[in-house]
């Protein structure tokens, strides 16, 4: 199922690069602010832009599946599922997010749908159309990952993610310079060139194939191409190179995109994560004090940045830094409104920090507080097995 998840993610990003050189679909001249929006997080913003884009051009699909985009990401972020370092291996697969909500699911099918008429009404005037086969693939690789991550029906999103690839494969028969293709059939090649041999040889059958280096190499020209999937390519390149243990390279496309989207808290965050797996922990916790600190200044809005001091806990607790881990663990209580679960995992982290520093009685606390958010998660369980056993690493 990893390859799975691994396409779909690819289709988490695919809006339109919000480069002012790179011209925007449909024409609009609301483009420009709404995709500034959508990098920057402000799914809310974005959506109300892209409603406003697609009532001025209701037979364009571009238009239709960037707010399908945006609608379906918002959502995802909400259920927790948009953070890069959980796609670095394969553990997230068996992970329960927040549920879904049933009206967006519903108005992401209802999009899907929309598009997909107007993409084969143009197909059926002409086959050979490039960017109808195109924005077809788009909406295709869109409802894969919502069968993906949202229904996690894993072989409706496999034959969704295919037919994504086959269209974009046609769009670069007809027009080998329609570089925006090769961010789907890239993934796709990656993540076929990784499976085992055995799963290799059984999609084989089915006419399924693929070749890492291809789909790096496709990923790249897509990222450097300044076109309309330049970003996303960035971002899944980013993740796949990280896979890779290629951490240099992810962290170089972290430290160019990163900045151009000042609001975007998960680009900064990644690059701690790189530094981190990097063996660099200095500039890791670095990096981390630093996304908190522009939390705690207002310049991420209500976003969830308390994940940068989950994260500089982890790392100070793999350090034997205790009474630090705990202090930076701590430091998600004070955000008002802090995601559930980030908290729990912060108190639970905390708890079993203090433990570690023989002290009980606010190890227990901390145990207490982790029941107290929600009783009923694998945290919980664990914080419930610390309060009658205490911790030790």
């Not at 600190?293 to 982890?314: C, F, M, T, W």
Request: glycine letters at 6%; a negative charge; one cysteine or more.
């Amino acid at each position: 199922m990893t390859a799975v998840i691994l396409l779909a993610l690819v289709q988490a990003c695919l809006a339109a690069d919000a480069s002012v050189s790179t011209p925007l679909r449909p024409p609009d001249p609301l483009n420009q602010a709404a995709f500034e929006h959508y990098y920057n997080l402000d799914y809310d913003a974005a959506i109300q832009d892209f409603e406003r884009i697609m009532a001025r051009h209701p037979n364009d699909p571009f238009a239709v599946n960037h707010l399908l985009s945006a609608i379906q990401v918002r959502e995802l972020y909400r259920m927790g599922a948009m953070t890069t370092g959980e796609y670095a291996n394969d553990s997230f697969i068996g992970q329960a997010h927040r549920p879904a909500d049933p009206a967006q699911k519903q108005r992401i099918k209802q999009l899907v749908q929309q598009a997909e008429k107007l993409e084969n009404a143009e197909l059926a005037l002409n086959p050979n159309n490039a960017d109808a086969l195109y924005a077809r693939g788009v909406t295709r690789g869109q409802f894969a990952l919502y069968t993906a991550l949202i229904e996690r029906a894993w072989f409706s999103a496999l034959r969704n993610a295919v037919g994504a690839r086959h269209d974009h494969e046609r769009v670069l028969e007809l027009d080998p310079h329609y570089t925006d293709a090769k961010l789907v059939v890239g993934a796709h090649n990656y993540v076929m060139g990784s499976l085992s041999f055995a799963v290799k040889v059984a999609v084989a059958l089915v006419g399924l194939s693929g070749d890492k280096e291809k789909g790096l190499q496709y990923l790249n020209d897509a990222y450097r191409a300044n076109g309309e999937t330049s970003v996303d390519a960035g971002v899944v390149l980013m993740v796949f190179l990280r896979r890779e243990h290629r951490y240099g390279e992810a962290y170089q496309i972290a430290s160019v995109v990163g900045p151009r989207f000042p609001r975007n808290f998960l680009l900064p965050l990644e690059e701690g994560n790189l530094l981190r797996v990097s063996g660099k922990s200095a500039e890791a916790e670095e990096q981390y004090r630093r996304v908190w600190q522009n939390g705690r200044e207002g310049k991420y809005g209500s976003l969830h940045y308390e994940i940068a001091p989950v994260a500089l806990g982890d790392l100070l607790r793999g350090e034997k830094k205790y009474q630090a881990a705990a202090a930076a663990y701590e430091l998600v209580g004070e955000v008002t409104g802090a995601d559930p679960e980030l908290l729990q995992k912060a108190n639970l982290g905390a708890g079993e920090m203090y433990d570690q520093l023989q002290k009980r009685d606010l190890a227990v606390k901390k145990y207490e507080a982790v029941v107290a958010t929600n009783s009923g998660n694998a945290e919980a369980d664990k914080a419930r097995k610390r309060m009658k056993d205490a911790y030790r690493e």
